[in-house]
């Protein structure tokens, strides 16, 4: 009977992706006999209050463990009484490093997924770039085979349903006549020529007067585009665009058994319990801040003032998401006052410290931007040093430091929050204007690129550095529920293919900010 329970506990632990040591183990089978026939429903309660902890590791031990034990046991707490010990507001929230992300390849011969299961270096070989631009590739390659646009025509007829639209490869382009639809990367190979290139070979394009779709078109991109070979040896693009997006129900259907989003797989039956809580939880709200300046004067009042609003509410907020920049200036080489950075992370840590009901019901999630310290600008970005944000710590223990980009997972809702100045990078890398035929908004525009890519930042690494062997932690496949874009632009929000986006504007320049409703997905644009 031990034998069957030590297989339990640690089956439940796992789809809630928690990792148990032996003494965390030992410290639970004592506790579950005091239950005799409702063993199941006391490990639901004690997995449902543990996830109100602030944990430092989903690797479990012994002190963990029984901090939860001694209050469920204090409690007295039954097995009947397991819906209402998840209503708390940090009963749902996960939170994910962008360096735990799982590492999946697609192989175009099985068609299947692959898990990366050996060491990711952070300084990778040569091979990595090139396994970089052949993993993006192959993600949007897989997602367009199933199109049935692009499907290949049934019983060898020349055409299906929906107009013969079927991608040929580079390769096959020589010597060819007539129109054809090609997939590929636009890519830079000689100064001032622009090519198309796909796993088999490169061809020159010439997109002048080609018709693109709404997006931001740049080097790195993966298009499709139907043209014609010339007698010169170059494609003519007749028309342009990006892949088509696949519901995001569709992707999750086909690859149930994968966790791309790295937040743990969960069973069906467990999906369908967060999913009925998840509908409960109307009172959630996040609040979302970009650029807290914290050597500004103005910032640190106008900070002040949204902190006391929401103390007084009747519900406060259960997150709150402070994106960088922390400081006006990049903390760069030529920037010597670090130690000025700490004592002012220590006087927010103080501000924040003095709403006694946010600081008891809330939690605090820090993102670092694009100028703010680290070892490079280089993404994924690590967390803040912990020698800045150590005085903060002393006043708000229940302070979160992830890296950016970082995911959140609220009940079966998955949330990307991403801060990098990406729309003025995006239009800056522009090869040719954007079409305004279905909108003129930029941040519309940087929407349906990154969606439609499937990936955040899908500039060129000449602009924009990845770690070669993190690039998937940029992949948005499935497409999660809802993206935040810190950006320093105008704040915005848009429902893109049931896809919520927003920016929450620079709070230190306009004094904009986001309250957002993760049960109804609404986004409320706020400032002071």
Known sequence: MSGAMRKLI????KMRGYTLKVEALNEILPF???FKDAEDEALDLLLDELQHQSLKSSILDKESVSRVVSLLMEAEAAAEDTPASTSGSGAALRVINAFVVPKYRYDPIKKMFVEHTGRLPIHGDASAKAILYRDRFLLLFQRLSRDPHFSRPAFDTDLSQFGNCQISPIQSLVGRTGRCWVMGVISQLEDGHFYLEDLSAAVEINLTNAKITTGFFSENTIVLAEGEMLLNGMFQVKTCGFPPLEDRDKSSGLFSGIDFFGSGKLAKEETLRLAELETRAVNDMFVVLSDIWLDNEDTMKNLQTVLDGYENVEVVPSLFVFMGNFCSHP???SFSSYSTVRSQFGKLGQIIGAHHRLLEHSRFLFIPGPNDAGPSTVLPRPPLPNYLTEELQKHVPNALFLSNPCRIKFYTQEIVFFRQDLLYRMRRSCLMPPSSEETSDPFEHLVATITHQSHLCPLPLSIQPV???????????????TIVLG??????????TGITCFNPGSFSNDSTFVAY?????????SAL
């Open 10 to 13: 640690q089956k439940k632990f």
């Open 32 to 34: 579950l006999s005091k």
């Open 331 to 333: 903390c760069n080489l």
């Open 467 to 481: 770690i070669w062997n993190y690039d998937h932690c940029l992949h948005l496949y499935p497409t999660p529920h």
């Open 487 to 496: 950006d320093k632009s105008e704040q915005k929000a848009f429902n893109y």
């Open 517 to 525: 409703r993760p049960c109804t997905r609404e986004v409320e644009l």
